[in-house]
């Protein structure tokens, strides 16, 4: 397909800049049969039924966003000096990670580059150096840091700032209210560089009313890479390339997901991270299976649907992968009626913003 398919026109001012409190308050537009039914996020347990199984993806977003200067030895021995800013994206060893660094034009392989020094906080925090090792062609920079395992997480948790999205950054900057905002209540796992989104809405007394209600619930792991993010640039949607996040699903969280289908019960993503993961951990015969691996999995219209029954999730980009993943699972057609639906009704777009309840199209 050809990615104009997905495109919509957003008003500005539909982007949420902080979400709304408390967070279960949200509005929540359910898609179900081609129909279109407006509610509130704290109404999930109404529509949900005993038995249901409800999937969270446990990651806890870290502070992956470093400002820094790069340090180069000029022609005649002099220090040549850049001031540069790198989004981690995924771990590769505990010394390496690979990031999307700007201005990616002046960084060479073999360039130093210290971080923290010019935050404020450089002085009380510290800083961490890395060397540059290699550069891909897909914008990704291959940092090796000086410190490694739980060093270097301290020292990332010195120097770095919690990683907005680009939509909000670009309007304010970050502060200390997003430490908390942009954080689920249930994470537990350090590694994302990216809130799965959908997650935010959930409150204690939400998790209660569930769990009251009979509906089970679930964690899997998928570390969020700042590939998130990326515009699709290829115009048609086979050209594309996805970045690859490591993921986890447990033997027991397997065994108790396939013990609710047995049972006539759904699985129920709570954001597209889980639904990614799962479908990534089911073979073709709906049996789903442990895993411990990275996934790259791109859906687009036409994908059959092995593990999931509804979706909970936000509303996402003009021609983003994960707005097309929302049309392969409710309907292209229904998808663009409910976003226009969405915007004409002031619904408010992304990261901070309202929620959906999808159900899968039959």
């Known amino acids: 397909m050809k990615t104009s398919d997905f495109d919509f026109d957003l008003p500005e001012d539909r982007i949420a800049l902080r979400p709304v409190s408390p967070r279960d308050s949200a509005r929540f537009l359910v898609v179900k049969d081609g129909q279109l039914e407006d509610r509130i996020v704290r109404d999930l347990p109404d529509l949900l039924q005993p038995g249901d199984a409800l999937v969270f993806n446990d990651t806890r977003v870290i ?4 400002s820094g200067i790069r340090e180069r030895v000029g022609p005649e021995g002099e220090t040549l000096t850049v001031e540069v800013e790198a989004t981690l994206h995924h771990r590769d060893a505990p010394d390496v990670w690979s990031a999307f660094m700007k201005p990616g034009k002046r960084l060479k392989v073999g360039d130093r580059v210290r971080f923290g020094t010019d935050t404020d906080r450089a002085c009380e925090m510290g800083s961490v150096d890395a060397t540059i090792e290699a550069k ?3 914008g990704l920079v291959t940092l090796k840091f ?3 395992g739980p060093a270097l997480d301290d020292a990332i948790r010195n120097v770095g700032v919690m990683p907005l999205p680009p939509y909000i950054a670009a309007k304010r900057p970050e502060d200390d209210q997003d430490q908390k905002d942009y954080q689920t209540v249930y994470a537990e796992h350090d590694g994302s560089v990216a809130a799965p989104t959908a997650g935010l809405h959930f409150t204690p007394e939400l998790l209660a009313a569930l769990k009251e209600r009979g509906v089970s619930t679930h964690a899997v792991t998928l570390h969020v890479g700042a590939g998130t993010f990326l515009p699709v640039k290829a115009d048609d949607t086979k050209d594309h390339k996805m970045h690859s996040e490591w993921g986890t699903v447990s033997q027991e969280t397997a065994d108790a ?4 289908h047995a049972k006539g019960g759904r699985i129920v993503c709570v954001g597209t991270t ?6 990534s951990a089911t073979g073709e015969d709906g049996i789903i299976r ?3 691996d990275d996934t790259a999995i791109f859906i687009t219209p036409g994908y059959k649907f092995r593990a999931v029954d509804v979706l909970m999730t936000n509303f996402h980009l ?3 992968t994960l707005f097309m993943l929302v049309s392969a699972f409710a309907g292209f057609e229904t998808m663009h009626a409910a976003y226009k639906h969405a915007i004409e009704n002031e619904y408010r777009f992304y990261s901070y913003g309202d929620g959906s309840l999808l159900f899968k199209a039959h």
């Not at 502070?63 to 470093?66: G, L, T, V």
């Open 274 to 279: 889980s639904l990614r993961l799962l479908e």
């Open 257 to 260: 997901l396939n013990e609710v």
């Open 318 to 320: 003009p021609k983003s």
């Open 136 to 138: 891909g062609d897909d």
């Open 290 to 292: 442990p895993f411990h």
């Open 146 to 148: 000086d410190l490694a």
């Open 63 to 66: 502070p992956a966003r470093m």
